[in-house]
């Protein structure tokens, strides 16, 4: 009978080989970890370095400066702050020449200037951190022929600029956005034999005495924005993207105050004339000789340490009665907003806004997110954010593949799974078309559309043949060259975050809810319950 069973030396082989594939894998795991918390080497210094406070006095601290003979507008403001009111909340100086000012404060709405990755709650609240599977193992995606060609954690992110663990992949993805906003462009004015202007990075810094004081409140800084815009276009940029910085970085030892403008723009800048007409502003050509080689980079790496604002809102000017109903049925007042596949699954449980349930509102957050707005970065000329619209869109699904090797990359479940599944992702295709021609492009393809599908073509196929129009698919990005996956694909379980029962962020552990909570009783069922007795 001993010829049934395997020997010892067998079964010890079979261990010691099971265990070295364990520890290759989990070596595996915490490199994919390591490349995941990989970040751009300025983004050390944006959480590291202090920075300078931007609070400074308002703009027309700056003119009652020039009335009164003070330094600066720092100097007029502890100047009026140190006396006395009247009793009509007027403060009393004097001017140089010796006559009387009645200088009363002016009601602003005052902006609150941040940092990037220094809301340090953020994580926490959001729940960011990696993907941990049922096993207790790190998510990964890796190439199966070489983990030296890729092989990344995967992770939760909130998408937000200011959470310390989501910043450096915001800011990257942010660069994406921004480099495909100018392909588009940059397509149809190819396809429309249209000459392409050459693209440059600028620098514009106003005087800044005058700007600390203009960034401090939201409409002086939409008019010192709009300045900088109006001035590019005046002196020849065709268009552009404009990012605002509160801060410079200073020998690698502190980012003090000093307010500046980086626009990514098309066309030729007339640096004399401008100098000319705004005398006392500074504006310069970054890499001059070389040019913008990389959009996304280049704004992936302004994006890490931008200015980050919120300003205050006048409670007045807030319907509150819209934005309560633009919750409960999305799209009354936000566009586009629909419900999320979460609405649907809590609607199951008789719980959630679908099913009339507020209980599960934070009323305070709900009301501080409308007292307070967040300032953009902006498009504007020529590929300002209304110059395309969308014609249509299309979701394919793509295998992801090496850029090494061009093997299928593959998502392992932890260091335990040696198999894993192949990463697969549905790619989001759109077709633009500039504004005025939207009208005539979209009643050609009505018209043509039964003929298309008789032919087995789709959008993407029209937009080809079509000058002022361009798909996602003719603008060269990375992700074109993924393998299109043929039938439909079932999306494996990996991929969703919300599927896995908990995420680690930092130290601590943090559990994603995957459904309602059992004891939370619904709107509806308070009203039922109210009715029958």
Not at 137 to 159: E, L, Q
Not at 271 to 285: E, L, N, S, Y
Request: glycine fraction near 6%.
């Amino acid at each position: 009978m001993r010829g049934y069973f395997p020997s010892d030396d067998v079964l010890d082989s079979e261990y010691i080989s099971d265990l070295g594939h364990s520890f290759k894998r989990s070596e595996q795991e915490n490199l994919a970890i390591q490349n995941a918390l990989s970040e751009h080497p300025v983004v050390y210094f944006v959480k590291n370095l202090p920075v300078e406070s931007t609070m400074y006095p308002a703009i027309e601290y700056l003119t009652l400066a020039e009335q009164i003979g003070a330094r600066d507008a720092q100097e007029a403001y502890d100047i009026v702050h140190s006396g006395i009111r009247d009793s009509s909340g007027r403060y009393l100086l004097t001017s140089k020449t010796g006559e009387n000012i009645a200088f009363r404060p002016v009601y602003r709405r005052y902006i609150d200037w941040e940092m990037p990755a220094h809301d340090q709650g953020r994580a926490e609240r959001r729940q960011c951190g990696f993907i941990v599977s049922d096993d207790g193992g790190y998510v990964y995606t890796a190439c199966p022929s070489d983990i030296d060609h890729h092989n990344k954690a995967k992770r939760f992110h909130c998408w937000g600029l200011g959470c310390p663990m989501c910043m450096n992949d915001t800011a990257i993805r942010n660069g994406m956005k921004a480099d495909k906003h100018f392909r588009y462009h940059e397509k149809i004015w190819e396809k429309s034999g249209i000459q392409i202007p050459p693209l440059g990075h600028w620098v514009v810094s106003p005087p800044q005495e005058w700007a600390k004081c203009m960034v401090q409140d939201k409409d002086d800084f939409d008019f010192l924005y709009q300045t900088v815009i109006d001035s590019l276009l005046r002196f020849g940029a065709v268009g552009g993207l404009t990012i605002f910085h509160p801060w410079r970085q200073f020998e690698q030892e502190e980012w003090r105050f000093s307010p500046h403008f980086h626009s990514l723009l098309y066309g030729f800048i007339d640096t004399d004339g401008f100098r000319r007409k705004f005398p006392g502003w500074v504006i310069k050509k970054v890499h001059a000789k070389e040019g913008v080689q990389s959009i996304r980079h280049t704004v992936a790496y302004l994006c890490t340490h931008q200015g980050l604002a919120v300003y205050e809102k006048d409670p007045d000017d807030i319907d509150w009665d819209l934005d309560f109903l633009d919750h409960m049925i999305p799209g009354i007042k936000s566009k586009d907003a629909q419900y999320s596949e979460k609405d649907y699954d809590n609607l199951a449980w008789d719980l959630g806004r679908m099913a009339g349930d507020i209980s599960d509102i934070d009323w305070t957050e709900w009301t501080v997110e409308r007292l307070s707005g967040v300032i953009r970065n902006r498009y504007w000329g020529m590929l300002s954010k209304g110059k395309l619209k969308t014609l249509g869109a299309i979701k394919r699904p793509k295998y992801r593949v090496c850029k090494e090797c061009g093997q299928v990359l593959r998502v392992y479940d932890g260091c335990h799974d040696h198999m894993g599944e192949p990463a697969v992702y549905n790619q989001d295709i759109e077709v633009k078309v500039p504004a005025p021609s939207f009208k005539l492009v979209k009643r050609e393809y009505d018209r043509l559309r039964d003929m298309m599908d008789k032919e087995g073509m789709d959008i993407v196929d029209f937009a080809k043949l079509v000058p002022c129009a361009a798909s996602t698919l003719e603008l060269d990005l990375p992700k074109n060259d993924d393998i299109p996956a043929e039938g439909p694909v079932e999306m494996p379980k990996t991929y969703f975050p919300k599927r896995q029962n908990k995420v680690r962020s930092g130290s601590w552990p943090v559990r994603i809810r995957t459904g309602p909570i059992p004891y939370m009783r619904s709107f509806r069922s308070l009203q039922s319950s109210q009715r029958s007795s």
